[in-house]
């Protein structure tokens, strides 16, 4: 079945450290989403990637979307205590049924 | 409503008790999704809908699971003879569709606890 995983599952950082997590899909994917999830909420949208190779970026975060649409990567530069909490990718599988799969997700300390 | 509701937001139970648990997505919204979450884990998917129709019913644990949508907005999801296991936030999400550019949003949960 469809299985999207991330690395690494914990990142601990000082602040002003970067930091990068990884996802990897087994199938091919439509689109990839990435969320943040704050201790004790619930997952907050980030961005959308839809195109092979696509890059985009938010301030301190950039985003990418593999060649083969099967893989992603989220990095954050000098990051901040406001950036802690778990990051999930996201993504439709490019053909069969539209659910939404969600990665294992990454969760990041920063140490002030 | 602006957002997605959910309610509960919390429910203790009984082991062995049917609970239900109800989600409100934003108006217009067509597509629905049911998330389970554990402490400290990932979102596992239990059931998508588009409509009124749940074309992906793959992630339900257990046949005491079902969730239904009517009128292509209020979705239930009905957990019976509920076991420990089942304690979890229970999350449902909404988006406009599967079409690109489509942001996906995420109510407060439900945090069931089965006692």
């Known amino acids: 079945g469809q299985q999207v995983m991330q690395i690494p599952q914990y990142q601990h950082v000082q602040e002003g450290e970067d930091f990068t997590t990884y996802c990897n899909s087994s199938t091919t994917l439509s689109n990839i989403q990435w969320y943040k999830q704050r201790p004790g909420g619930h997952p907050v949208f980030l961005i959308q990637l839809v195109k092979s190779g696509e890059v985009k970026k938010q301030k301190r975060l950039t985003f990418q979307f593999g060649e083969a649409k099967k893989n992603s990567s989220l990095h954050i530069t000098a990051t901040q205590t406001t950036d802690v909490g778990t990051y999930f990718c996201?993504?439709?599988?490019?053909?069969?049924?539209?659910?939404?799969?969600f990665g294992t997700g990454t969760r990041l300390t920063v140490i002030p | 409503g602006a957002g997605v509701s959910q309610s509960p937001s919390n429910k203790v139970t009984e082991k062995g008790k049917d609970v239900e648990l109800r989600c409100d997505p934003i108006?217009?919204?067509?597509?629905l999704y049911w998330y389970r979450q554990s402490l400290g884990q990932g979102l596992e998917f239990l059931i998508y809908?588009?409509?009124?129709?749940?074309?992906?019913k793959s992630g339900l644990p257990s046949d005491r699971f079902s969730a239904e949508r009517t009128g292509g907005s209020v979705s239930t999801l009905t957990i019976q003879r509920t076991q420990q296991e089942d304690s979890a936030v229970y999350l449902c999400a909404s988006n406009l569709d599967r079409g690109t550019g489509n942001t996906i949003y995420f109510g407060e949960g439900s945090w069931l606890t089965v006692v």
């Open positions: 108006s217009g919204h067509t597509a």
């Open positions: 996201a993504g439709h599988r490019a053909t069969g049924a539209n659910n939404l799969f």
């Open positions: 809908f588009q409509g009124n129709s749940a074309p992906d």
